[in-house]
């Protein structure tokens, strides 16, 4: 089954310690999403690929990066994390930019002590 | 800004109760409007969606949505819920016509009890 796939599903790091989270996807659509969702939040979106083109939205943080190396990986960098930054994070595809269905994976939840 | 209101944080039904999950929008031009559902230990899949057309929309499962424009609204229904309906639902909107962001709900926890 084509789908999106999120490694590892929970992560611990220390506190300022570099974390990288990844997600792949079978669908080759264009479009890869990264979302985090505090507990009992919305999923609030931090930054999108669209192909090569990364888009950030104007308030996430410096704190978090994002890479792209082709079509179906893409990875989720927190430089320096904080306590602030434990959340669910939720990669998502979509074939195109245009408003339509997004299709997400099942989520990394980060911990940081 | 957009933003998305979900009333209900949590819901509890009994088995072949009738459900209405309230989702009101913030936004000034034409929205595209969806839920999503968040099965327990599984990932967002969607719902049903509405980009234009008959305000009535039917999903999987037996679900249905009204938009509502004058009401900002896209209330969720099912006639009958069942057990397996026990998940977290997520209202969402995007703007018509820009890239494809969506902004979420908090989300509303249903629990059906058998």
């Known amino acids: 089954d084509a789908m999106v796939i999120q490694n590892p599903r929970y992560q611990v790091t220390q506190f300022g310690k570099p974390v990288t989270l990844s997600c792949s996807q079978t669908l080759n659509h264009n479009v890869m999403y990264w979302y985090q969702q505090k507990s009992s939040q919305a999923p609030k979106l931090l930054f999108h690929y669209y192909d090569k083109d990364f888009n950030n939205e104007a308030d996430t943080p410096d704190n978090f990066q994002s890479r792209r190396p082709n079509t179906s990986f893409c990875f989720l960098d927190i430089r320096s994390p904080g306590l602030g930054d434990a959340a669910m994070y939720l990669c998502a595809t979509s074939r195109d930019r245009a408003p339509d269905t997004q299709y997400f994976g099942p989520g990394t939840r980060l911990t940081v002590l | 800004a957009q933003s998305v209101s979900q009333h209900n944080h949590h819901v509890i039904l009994s088995e072949a109760a009738s459900l209405e999950l309230g989702c009101n929008y913030s936004?000034?031009?034409?929205?595209?409007l969806f839920w999503y559902v968040q099965y327990p230990g599984q990932h967002l899949q969607l719902l049903l969606k509405?980009?234009?057309?008959?305000?009535l929309v039917k999903g999987i499962k037996g679900f249905e949505a009204e938009f509502i424009k004058s009401k900002f609204s896209f209330n969720l229904r099912k006639p009958s819920v069942q057990w397996s309906d026990t998940a977290e639902y997520f209202c969402a909107v995007n703007a018509a016509g820009g890239y494809n962001k969506l902004i979420f709900g908090a989300g509303t926890r249903l629990a059906v009890h058998p």
């Open positions: 509405y980009f234009s057309g008959d305000p």
């Open positions: 936004y000034g031009g034409t929205v595209n």
